[in-house]
């Protein structure tokens, strides 16, 4: 049975291990880390504080999914609007060695009902590089829809690539 909690800053240590190349990282990350690879340090530096406290409090949520066998999964909740009705997960990652099982569909799944009945968020949105189907169809699979925008392009290897958005409404929860 999938559950989910508030990031430890000893889940990095997992965490760091299921990008085994620099294109899986980048998937997963964007252009939010300059290298690759990068240490717990580096991780943990971009969520916690010295005392090992959230960077932002009452604004940024990193998640941990785990079942009976440990960790599995991870992303990151955090509200774009100052009224705080619209959530935003991103950092979405499962196990590599776990990935195409169900996992990431439960954690998202897991992760919508933490987003409307604690948060009471009314919308949550979400993204996925084109080049990156796996996700994009999972998120899907969750009940997200897909959202017209102008096109979102982030430059990585010398690529544009661009970002689907997509978002899940409490009404359809």
Do not use: Q
Not at 85 to 110: A, C, N
Not at 115 to 125: G, N, R, S
């Amino acid at each position: 049975m999938l559950r989910l909690r508030p990031y430890k800053m000893s889940d990095a240590k997992t965490i760091i291990t299921w990008c085994k190349d620099e294109i899986t990282f980048r998937k997963w990350t964007s252009d939010r880390y300059e290298s690759f690879p990068i240490k717990e340090e580096d991780m943990n530096k971009k969520y916690m504080d010295n005392n090992g406290d959230c960077m932002e409090p009452d604004n940024f949520y990193p998640m941990t999914a785990f079942d009976e066998g440990g960790i599995v999964g991870h992303l990151i909740m955090r509200f774009t609007d100052e009224k705080r009705t619209i959530l935003r997960f991103g950092f979405v990652i499962v196990d590599d060695t776990k990935r195409g099982m169900g996992y990431g569909k439960e954690m998202i799944s897991l992760s919508l009902k933490y987003a409307f009945e604690i948060f009471k968020a009314d919308k949550v949105t979400i993204g996925a590089f084109e080049n990156n189907m796996p996700a994009y169809y999972c998120y899907k699979s969750a009940g997200f829809e897909d959202v017209k925008t102008e096109d979102v392009l982030c430059e990585l290897f010398g690529e544009k690539w661009k970002v689907l958005e997509l978002e899940f409404k409490k009404e359809n929860y």
